[in-house]
């Protein structure tokens, strides 16, 4: 592992997700409204709706705006339809990247993201094309705390199903199969664990450094212009990325 952990990084993205909140809760709000039309508004029986909730409650998004958002897409009125699409293509030197998407018009969607990847030296793949690099996963992070002890924590973990536990000094990051997602949180919860950061995601099988500072820029710069769509939800990528020359 270079430089900064995996932790480190995953905060670090947060943090900079921080500055547009605003957008994140818009992006919140339609993953709740795809998970509520796809298996109903109630979460303890729909676990994509809890995965979706636990995403937005771990971005602070506020209770009403959760239940608002509910509420709306369970409702009669709300023509928004959106569907779940994934692009995939290459960065710079052969990143792999996947663009998970939420779009009610895939004809203003595909342009942008294809546009992202021409203007920054990457190119744009046809389905599959780099899925297969990536594993899908539940993922939590928990903030360690002075009154926490890691390996406590690391048993809690284990005893609860998780498949992988990684520690450093400042968090703990623990990775399950999607379908034990929902059992190993209620598990950790009950034991009065808290989460900054739960998702299911795609997490890369191996990862790639960028040695080259233009391809560094290029790549941070793509990522930044797929991240302000409105339509993309999540982009998920195999870049090592150590923010050794982050602004």
């Not at 692009?87 to 969607?109: F, H, K, Q, W």
């Not at 595909?110 to 744009?124: E, I, Q």
């Not at 059992?183 to 009950?190: F, G, I, N, Q």
Request: charged share 35%; net charge negative; aromatic share 6%.
């Amino acid at each position: 592992m270079s430089g900064h952990s995996k932790w480190h990084n995953i905060k670090n993205k947060k943090g900079k997700a921080d500055a547009k909140r605003g957008k994140i809760f818009t992006k919140m709000a339609r993953k709740i409204a795809v998970a509520v039309k796809e298996g109903g508004a109630d979460p303890e029986y729909n676990p994509s709706l809890k995965a979706a909730i636990d995403s937005a409650k771990a971005e602070n998004m506020p209770n009403d705006n959760i239940e608002r958002a509910i509420k709306k897409a369970a409702g009669d009125g709300d023509n928004d339809h959106f569907e779940s699409v994934t692009y995939e293509g290459y960065g710079p030197s052969g990143i792999a990247v996947m663009v998970l998407c939420l779009t009610d018009n895939r004809n203003r969607t595909a342009p942008d993201v294809r546009h992202a990847f021409d203007k920054h030296g990457g190119n744009l793949g046809t389905d599959g094309s780099v899925a297969f690099m990536f594993d899908k996963k539940g993922q939590f992070g928990i903030e360690l705390t002075d009154d926490m002890d890691s390996e406590v924590l690391e048993m809690d973990a284990i005893d609860a199903g998780a498949e992988d536990i990684q520690v450093d000094e400042d968090g703990v990051l623990i990775v399950t199969e999607p379908e034990d997602y929902g059992d190993v949180r209620k598990a950790l919860e009950e034991k009065g664990y808290s989460f900054a950061i739960s998702e299911i995601t795609y997490i890369p099988q191996t990862t790639t450094v960028l040695e080259d500072p233009e391809d560094r820029k290029k790549m941070r710069k793509l990522i930044d212009q797929l991240e302000e769509n409105d339509d993309v939800q999540e982009v998920i990528h195999n870049w090592e990325n150590d923010d050794e020359d982050e602004e």
